[in-house]
């Protein structure tokens, strides 16, 4: 069970980070989160064997996780569990799309190569950027930022809910297993012991998430997030905003990397 109590850890850690005082966290949550989405926006609207071209955009991620005083570690750690996913999604382009593209002389490459390439490269841009956006506000500021920027009440609500009870499940799935590898004296489990420890990490996350509606009930919960923190427009969000968009925008128009190539062939003859 060590890799649910590694995983916890994780997301705690993300929570501990949050919590600094950096200068990414300074930043107005909205700006940091109209950014990120366009970030994302400019991602994907590159076309689907671009790979080169979207390299620059790494810069973004990087810049904030450096302004955010972030660790490598977790962030890699979170960034390797979307990996598999990204691998299953492209990895049939490379047989399904054939046709030939010339890399550089007489030298080609299936086509389905390139998009497979653009899609992993893709999923770890925009899933690292998440991952940035999250260690350097914390969940609660970006569910304030949502429903501050028009988002139904409900949704955002629901959103923190949900990032708060993963960690009551894991603490009674971590609990559950610890019990049952103390019963069974470090034997693995048969397969048809599963389904009475999911039925009881069901029953025993339902009877904990009763407790904590009746101590918020108790505490004049009334569906409205509120924080300790008011939310400030300040004129370093401007500039953080309006510069980050016209980078993005010329990242998505000049492909850089093609430029440079060029010019550095330009000079080697």
């Known amino acids: 069970m060590g890799r649910l109590d ?3 850890a994780d997301l705690r850690a993300l929570d501990a980070l949050a919590a600094r005082d950096t200068r990414l966290t300074r930043i107005d949550p909205r700006a940091k989160l109209v950014v990120t989405l366009v970030f994302v926006v400019v991602v994907l609207s590159f076309e689907r064997h671009a790979v080169a071209a979207l390299l620059p955009l790494a810069v973004f991620p990087l810049a904030l996780a450096v302004l ?3 660790p490598a570690a977790p962030l890699l750690r979170k960034l390797a569990l979307a990996a598999p996913l990204a691998l299953m999604v492209g ?3 490379p047989w399904l799309d054939r046709a030939p593209v010339t890399v550089h002389g007489a030298f080609t490459l299936a086509a389905g190569w390139w998009s497979f390439g653009s899609i992993v490269l893709r999923a770890m841009l925009t899933v690292g950027a998440a991952l940035v956006l999250v260690a350097g506000t914390g969940m609660a500021p970006l569910c304030a930022a949502l429903a501050r920027l028009g988002v139904p009440r409900v949704f955002t609500v629901q959103l923190l809910f949900l990032y708060r009870y993963a960690f009551v ?3 009674e799935a971590a609990r559950l297993a610890t019990a049952r590898r103390l019963r069974s004296a470090g034997r693995r489990p048969a397969l048809d ?3 009475p420890l999911l039925g009881q990490l069901l029953l025993r996350a339902l009877q904990r998430a009763q407790r904590i509606h009746q101590a918020m009930r108790a505490r004049g919960f009334d569906g409205e997030l509120r924080s300790l923190r008011a939310l400030h ?3 370093r969000d401007t500039v953080f905003v309006c510069g980050w968009c016209a980078a993005f925008a010329v990242l998505r128009a000049v492909d850089l990397p093609q430029g440079l190539g ?3 062939l330009g000079c080697c003859r």
């Open 262 to 264: 060029r010019m550095l």
């Open 68 to 70: 955010g005083e972030l």
């Open 6 to 8: 590694a995983a916890l």
């Open 169 to 171: 499940l894991g603490d």
């Open 193 to 195: 012991s599963y389904a």
């Open 233 to 235: 427009w300040q004129a």
């Open 91 to 93: 990895l049939f382009n």
